[in-house]
């Protein structure tokens, strides 16, 4: 039976909805005050979120009203702030989330392909799309649910918001274990120059200005980066600008434009045995010697705030952009290079309507609803090559359509002093249709229904300075490529993802600051992107994951801050079915065992600041039967000086893997090939050097 998908033209009505249903006359809107505190009463004395911050943390819309926070979502949440990510050197801007507590993250190194992220036991392999990506609200992911953020640089960047676990209801899509929410700086009336050069002929200038006269503000952003890279065939090439412009209407109406661009071209070492790694591990194989890829990305974006009443605001944001990645690739000596080509364009609105009160009669009560629509047009398609030249046509060719749409009501409110709740509820919804050009098939999506998933968090403070926190949620996820149309006979369901947490967050005192957290998420038919070229999906049965989170950061003098993360992470396979009963019980592969990261910040002098810190993350499964033995652990320390030559000019020293530590950022195994394990040799010690100008 033929579905029809949903009209552009109906989820627009249904976004604008919230705007038409509040636009009764409201009551004239108090002065508006320019400090961060809600204009309704605070909160009771002791009923703190559970949200942990490490740097500077600058909120960029300080109004009172708009929609709710991540720092008000009660999980385990982390902020990472400006001071701990500007002066930060990385290759891959998914490498800063190395400093978030419970975040591993894998570097492949080839080409176009950079890193992932993995956090609450999901794997960095890209077989499970579980993290929500977002740039300034907009949603970053490809369609696999790859994470990318190769568009921003480290100065640009405001803050990185992390939220683990299954009960924010904001996102549906790809937020499976929770979601990492990225702010680019609205910079005011200031102008910035920073030029970085290092080890591997790194170079990367960066160039911010700011310009706001109380009404209208602009930002402006432009870097570019270029590095040889530690190993042979791999030199990257990256440049990236953006522009924004953000209109204060009057009192009541604010809107905004974005606008982002980003060109990548890179090459591809390949992976190399245990003894070529060993022989030399800055070499590349021979076969790969023209790998590499080229990636392009494009975003334009419409954002609106609306004040209905002091109580009331409503924001929109409207948004298309493109991802187009193009990809050569040669596995071994024995295999053909493919071209491989991913041209994805997203179009999508998100409306949220907030309400924060206390005159109903609970303290500090806000309900939210929102409403998300996202249509993506993609096109996937491979070609055998020759040093890049195309032997024949296309080996797979999909064109298809794919679109979600959400919606969740929440509610908090304090109805004890010592008690603080939040309940909430969403339903998504996917259609779509997809393609096979080759063999003239067309076909629909997995219909699944409504996807219901509730939400229930609560924090409890018997005393100042200590919250009990607890939370449940249910969560979604479905298959990717073709695994997410009905291209076999039997279907192949959303997985339906039910996680719960319990946690204690302290700070006794004003120089003390920690958290512990136990976590279970229970998937009922987990679906993992198959690696055999097909583009297909699988369904791995019943899985569960569990861990603990510990958390810790002291500054007993105003000079030094001590901080560091413990997480351990244990995913294992249920229930796998009849069809693998080899897998029951066994670990689900690329899961490390735990993640580790800390750090001594310490400013003997006011211009001065140094940081020494390292991270660490243990050994991981290759296969799902668990029977290749465990690989991938490390760890590296790294140092950063800065000093402040004068109120303007500031120069940087970092020097990363100071040890010389020697490890494989990635591990992979090649399942077609008996035995073959392959390496990808990080980056050696470096040094770094970079001189930031403010004007």
């Keep these: ?48 979120d559970t949200a942990l911050s490490l740097g ?76 929500r990506l977002l740039i300034d609200g907009i949603p970053s992911n490809l369609h696999i649910g790859v994470s990318e953020l190769k568009s921003v640089f480290p100065m640009e960047i405001e803050r990185m918001e992390v939220v683990k676990g299954t009960n924010d209801p904001r996102y549906g899509l790809n937020n499976v274990a929770g979601n990492v929410n990225v702010h680019t ?12 050069g290092g080890s591997f002929v790194t170079l990367e200038p960066q160039v911010m200005a700011g310009f706001d006269d109380g009404r209208l503000a602009q930002t402006y952003f432009a870097a570019y980066r270029h590095a040889n890279g530690y190993r042979a065939n791999s030199d990257t090439n990256r440049l990236a600008a953006s522009g924004k412009w953000f209109l204060e209407l009057d009192e009541r109406w604010r809107v905004g434009l974005v606008l982002r661009g980003m060109n990548l071209a890179a090459q591809a070492p390949g992976y190399l045995t245990l003894d070529e790694s060993r022989l030399d591990p800055t070499a590349s194989v021979d076969y ?36 187009r990645r193009t990809r050569w690739v040669r596995q071994s000596s024995e295999s053909s290079q493919q071209e491989r080509i991913e ?80 309940a909430g509820l969403r339903v998504d919804g996917l259609a779509g249709r997809l393609r096979d050009r080759l063999s003239g098939q067309e076909y629909g999506i997995n219909d699944s229904g409504p996807i219901w998933q509730p939400k229930l968090s609560a924090v409890f403070t018997p005393l100042y300075g200590h919250n009990l926190y607890a939370n449940y949620g249910r969560t979604f996820q479905t298959g990717v490529g073709i695994g997410a149309y009905q291209t076999q006979a039997e279907r192949l369901a959303p997985s339906l993802n039910d996680g719960w947490e319990v946690g204690y967050k302290s700070n006794p005192l004003s120089w003390l600051t920690g958290r512990v957290s136990y976590w279970q998420q229970h998937a009922s038919n987990e679906v993992q992107l198959k690696f055999d070229n097909s583009g297909d999906s699988e369904n791995l049965g019943q ?35 009849p069809a693998f009963p080899e897998r029951k019980g066994k670990e689900l592969n690329h899961v490390p065992d735990f993640s580790a990261k800390a750090g001594v910040d310490y400013r003997p002098l006011p211009a001065l600041r140094t940081s020494l810190w390292m991270y660490a993350q243990g050994d991981y499964y290759l ?18 000086l800065s000093y402040e030559l004068t109120s303007w000019l500031q120069v940087a020293v970092q020097v990363k893997n100071l040890l010389d530590a020697r490890y494989s950022s990635s591990v992979w195994y090649r399942d077609f090939e008996a035995d073959a394990v392959l390496y990808n040799p990080a980056d050696g010690r470096s040094f770094y050097v970079s001189t930031t100008a403010t004007f």
């Design 543 to 577: 899985t569960l994951r569990r861990g603990f989170d510990v958390e810790l950061t002291l500054q007993p003098l105003e000079p030094l801050l001590v901080w560091g993360a413990f997480s351990r992470h244990v995913s294992e396979q249920v229930e796998p079915g």
């Design 288 to 323: 790969a010697t023209s790998d590499g890829g080229t990636q392009r990305n494009l975003h334009a974006s419409l954002h609106v705030d609306h004040d209905f009443s002091s109580s009331l605001s409503w924001s929109l944001k409207a948004y298309g952009q493109g991802f």
């Design 56 to 131: 500077e943390v600058v909120q960029v819309q300080g109004r009172g009203v708009g929609p709710l926070s991540s720092a008000e979502v009660l999980t385990s949440v982390n902020i990472l702030g400006r001071e701990q990510l500007e002066q930060e050197n990385a290759n891959e801007p998914l490498e800063l989330l190395r400093r978030a507590p419970a975040v591993y993250v894998d570097t492949y190194n080839q080409g176009i392909v950079g890193s992932e992220l993995g956090i609450r036991g999901f794997s960095t392999q890209g077989e499970t799309a579980h993290t």
């Design 343 to 422: 041209n994805e364009k997203q179009y999508g609105a998100i409306s949220v309507l907030t309400l924060r009160t206390d005159e109903l009669g609970l303290q500090g009560f806000s309900a939210e609803w929102g409403v998300d629509y996202q249509f993506q047009d993609n096109l996937h398609q491979r070609y055998r090559t020759r040093e890049r030249e195309r032997t024949g046509g296309p080996v797979r060719h999909h064109d298809f359509g794919f679109h979600s749409f959400g919606t969740y009501v929440q509610a908090r409110a304090w109805p004890l002093d010592m008690l603080k709740l939040v």
């Design 623 to 640: 296969d799902k039967e668990n029977t290749l033995g465990q690989y991938g652990d490390y760890l590296t320390l790294n140092l950063d």
């Design 1 to 48: 039976m033929k579905r029809r998908t949903p009209s552009p033209v109906v989820a627009t009505l249904l976004l604008a909805w919230p705007a038409l249903a509040a636009s009764q006359p409201a009551e004239p809107l108090p002065p508006q005050q320019p400090s961060s505190t809600p204009a309704q009463e605070p909160p009771p004395e002791g009923s703190e």
């Design 185 to 196: 700086r609205r910079s005011g009336n200031e102008r910035k120059v920073r030029l970085l």
